[in-house]
């Protein structure tokens, strides 16, 4: 039997402790036996293998609290009368480390010493998971870790508490390791800039990696900004946020110098920080310059950036920025000019961060309107986009005449065809379309002109009428790769119409593997349809040289 878990034998609390868990446990202690110089304390042990309450019963809130309890003295003594700890970092260990107190007793401490590195960081309030993997693998007291006690000692003695030691562990581990003297030299520092003690506890707890290098000196940057302005470090006391993860002093700083480089003068510097303490310290400020650096790619100048800040509206900048990238995204995908977008943003970004729109394809359906009306309504009045804001109900808008001449021209298309009017299959037919009417019999004379027979590209778009809804440049790649490269004649797409309606990139990869198959493949139909995993399953493993040549493909198709 070890030597410390004898010493933890012989302490009475303990002794009383082991008694409950053997009432509990249902474990009968055998007669001693003195065997030479050992003391050996034998159990039999019940089949319920430790179970702390028998099939059914539940303890009582009372007693649990009284059995921790126990636990808590049972161990404080362990600690700080059998170890030797200090009796500030045993306190700690044996009331804040209840998991593994309990854990602890349900498992009888297991004949051997306690890892006292464990209940050390479980009283800080980190997670097993977070400190399971840190444990050293040769020490298994915590006076082997001289410097980390020492550097626990130097933060509690400074007013930092457990659960503050914990976070501070999380984001800057490494200072618990520093040498007799440094951390404490680096906490002072902080007071040498004129700071009260509150308050460096305060930044160390936001922001612990300003321990870790020279970063007081960014601190001091950031509070020299300030101050220029008129603003203390009462107001920064306020405004930074302990639930924040961890403040990065250098980005406030970038910020900060940003900001003044907008302003005219330090009174509108002042009003606007004052008024928006969340630029410079949401995320500290990394929202705020991407912000900044998205304006300047759009275009915007040093009085409209300015503009855009000084009107800020009442939201997290981050909820702003998403806001804003999703309007860009939208305008990008009804396809309007790319001057015609920063146009947009220059002037009313201050109300499109506080917008956040509907998705894409809903406004479309709900306005009941082309890509092409939508960006000429749009760019005559931007604040249109403030009724189709989420929670709000989009209503179609009134039709001006195009759409529906549009419509007509589709349906004397299909007429031509051969479709039935006010047929279903029309009806079908004419959602499958997209672009304008006047479109269709254009591409549908360009397959002609290719050289395949009217009748033919009758049949094939009553096969497919998504067909037409292609450019006629798209179109005629596709056939030029099939006939002009492959080698297939023209009564491919006739026998499999469907074919035009891959993109071009799907069929240079799933075709470009024929010279491998040798033959196999008697249609590419087999190769163009099938999923991506069964293509790759039964046309590209199951030759020799296939995942080579596969591979080589996709750099030359995919990459280039």
Same mark, same amino acid.
């Given at each position: 039997?070890?030597?410390?878990?004898?010493?933890?034998?012989?302490?009475?609390?303990?002794?009383?402790?082991?008694?409950?868990?053997?009432?509990?446990?249902?474990?009968?202690?055998?007669?001693?036996?003195?065997?030479?110089?050992?003391?050996?304390?034998?159990?039999?042990?019940?089949?319920?293998?430790?179970?702390?309450?028998?099939?059914?019963?539940?303890?009582?809130?009372?007693?649990?609290?009284?059995?921790?309890?126990?636990?808590?003295?049972?161990?404080?003594?362990?600690?700080?009368?059998?170890?030797? @700890?200090?009796? @500030?970092?045993?306190?700690?260990?044996?009331?804040?480390?209840?998991?593994?107190?309990?854990?602890?007793?349900?498992?009888?401490?297991?004949?051997?010493?306690?890892?006292?590195?464990?209940?050390?960081?479980?009283?800080?309030?980190?997670?097993?998971?977070?400190?399971?993997?840190?444990?050293?693998?040769?020490?298994?007291?915590?006076?082997?870790?001289?410097?980390?006690?020492?550097?626990?000692?130097?933060?509690?003695?400074?007013?930092?508490?457990?659960?503050?030691? &914990?976070?501070?562990?999380?984001?800057?581990?490494?200072?618990?390791?520093?040498?007799?003297?440094?951390?404490?030299?680096?906490?002072?520092?902080?007071?040498?800039?004129?700071?009260?003690?509150?308050?460096?506890?305060?930044?160390?707890?936001?922001?612990?990696?300003?321990?870790?290098?020279?970063?007081?000196?960014?601190?001091?940057?950031?509070?020299?900004?300030?101050?220029?302005?008129?603003?203390?470090?009462?107001?920064?006391?306020?405004?930074?946020?302990?639930?924040?993860?961890?403040?990065?002093?250098?980005?406030?700083?970038?910020?900060?110098?940003?900001?003044?480089?907008?302003?005219?003068?330090?009174?509108?510097?002042?009003?606007?920080? /004052?008024?928006?303490?969340?630029?410079?310290?949401?995320?500290?400020?990394?929202?705020?310059? @991407?912000?900044?650096?998205?304006?300047?790619?759009?275009?915007?100048?040093?009085?409209?950036?300015?503009?855009?800040?000084?009107?800020?509206?009442?939201? !997290?900048?981050?909820?702003?920025?998403?806001?804003?990238?999703?309007?860009?995204?939208?305008?990008?995908?009804?396809?309007?000019?790319?001057?015609?977008? &920063?146009?947009?943003?220059?002037?009313?970004?201050?109300?499109?961060?506080?917008?956040?729109?509907?998705?894409?394809?809903?406004?479309?359906?709900?306005?009941?309107?082309?890509?092409?009306?939508?960006? !000429?309504?749009?760019?005559?009045?931007?604040?249109?986009?403030?009724?189709?804001?989420?929670?709000?109900?989009?209503?179609?808008?009134?039709?001006?005449?195009?759409?529906?001449?549009?419509?007509?021209?589709?349906?004397?298309?299909?007429?031509?065809?051969?479709?039935?009017?006010?047929?279903?299959?029309?009806?079908?037919?004419?959602?499958?379309?997209?672009?304008?009417?006047?479109?269709? !019999?254009?591409?549908?004379?360009?397959?002609?002109?290719?050289?395949?027979?009217?009748?033919?590209?009758?049949?094939?778009?009553?096969?497919?009428?998504?067909?037409?809804?292609?450019?006629?440049?798209?179109?005629?790649?596709?056939?030029?790769?099939?006939?002009?490269?492959?080698?297939?004649?023209?009564?491919?797409?006739?026998?499999?119409?469907?074919?035009?309606?891959?993109?071009?990139?799907? /069929?240079? @990869?799933?075709?470009?593997?024929?010279?491998?198959?040798?033959?196999?493949?008697?249609?590419?139909?087999?190769?163009?349809?099938?999923?991506?995993?069964?293509?790759?399953?039964?046309?590209?493993?199951?030759?020799?040289?296939?995942?080579?040549?596969?591979?080589?493909?996709?750099?030359?198709?995919?990459?280039?």
């Amino acid at each position: 039997m070890s030597l410390p878990f004898v010493s933890l034998m012989r302490n009475p609390r303990f002794i009383s402790l082991l008694k409950w868990v053997s009432q509990e446990t249902q474990i009968k202690p055998f007669k001693s036996q003195i065997l030479g110089t050992g003391f050996h304390l034998r159990f039999t042990i019940n089949s319920r293998s430790f179970a702390t309450v028998r099939a059914g019963e539940k303890l009582s809130v009372k007693t649990q609290i009284e059995n921790r309890k126990m636990a808590q003295v049972a161990m404080l003594d362990y600690f700080y009368i059998t170890r030797g @700890l200090q009796y @500030l970092v045993a306190e700690s260990m044996s009331k804040s480390a209840t998991l593994f107190n309990d854990n602890l007793i349900e498992k009888f401490l297991r004949f051997h010493p306690i890892n006292e590195f464990e209940p050390f960081f479980e009283s800080l309030g980190l997670k097993p998971s977070e400190y399971s993997h840190l444990l050293p693998s040769d020490k298994m007291f915590l006076n082997e870790d001289a410097f980390l006690l020492e550097n626990y000692n130097t933060f509690w003695i400074y007013g930092i508490g457990l659960k503050q030691m &914990g976070r501070i562990f999380r984001g800057a581990r490494e200072v618990f390791g520093y040498e007799t003297g440094v951390l404490a030299s680096k906490i002072h520092a902080f007071e040498d800039l004129g700071l009260t003690k509150s308050f460096v506890s305060k930044i160390i707890v936001c922001s612990p990696r300003i321990l870790i290098g020279n970063m007081n000196v960014e601190v001091a940057k950031v509070l020299e900004i300030l101050k220029s302005m008129g603003i203390g470090v009462d107001w920064v006391d306020e405004n930074l946020l302990e639930e924040e993860e961890c403040y990065d002093w250098s980005s406030m700083h970038r910020v900060l110098s940003l900001l003044r480089d907008l302003c005219f003068n330090e009174n509108e510097l002042r009003g606007l920080v /004052m008024r928006c303490p969340r630029l410079v310290f949401e995320d500290s400020g990394e929202w705020t310059l @991407l912000l900044a650096g998205f304006q300047t790619k759009l275009g915007s100048s040093r009085s409209e950036l300015w503009s855009f800040f000084y009107k800020f509206p009442e939201i !997290q900048v981050k909820r702003c920025v998403l806001n804003i990238r999703h309007c860009f995204l939208f305008l990008n995908q009804i396809k309007m000019e790319c001057d015609e977008i &920063g146009k947009i943003f220059r002037v009313h970004s201050s109300w499109l961060g506080a917008c956040p729109l509907k998705k894409t394809k809903t406004l479309l359906s709900r306005l009941n309107v082309g890509t092409s009306r939508l960006c !000429q309504i749009i760019q005559e009045n931007p604040e249109e986009m403030k009724k189709w804001t989420m929670g709000l109900r989009v209503k179609p808008l009134p039709s001006n005449g195009e759409e529906e001449t549009s419509r007509l021209m589709k349906i004397q298309f299909l007429l031509n065809l051969g479709y039935e009017e006010n047929s279903k299959e029309m009806e079908r037919a004419v959602k499958k379309f997209r672009g304008r009417g006047s479109e269709l !019999q254009q591409r549908f004379d360009f397959l002609v002109s290719l050289g395949l027979n009217e009748k033919d590209v009758r049949y094939m778009v009553n096969a497919f009428p998504q067909i037409l809804c292609q450019a006629s440049d798209l179109l005629e790649a596709k056939v030029n790769y099939i006939v002009k490269e492959l080698g297939y004649p023209l009564s491919t797409f006739v026998a499999f119409p469907s074919c035009l309606v891959f993109t071009l990139q799907r /069929m240079k @990869l799933r075709l470009g593997m024929i010279p491998c198959l040798k033959g196999k493949v008697k249609a590419i139909s087999s190769l163009l349809v099938c999923s991506d995993q069964h293509f790759v399953t039964h046309y590209v493993n199951r030759h020799p040289d296939g995942p080579k040549h596969w591979e080589d493909l996709k750099k030359q198709i995919l990459y280039k």
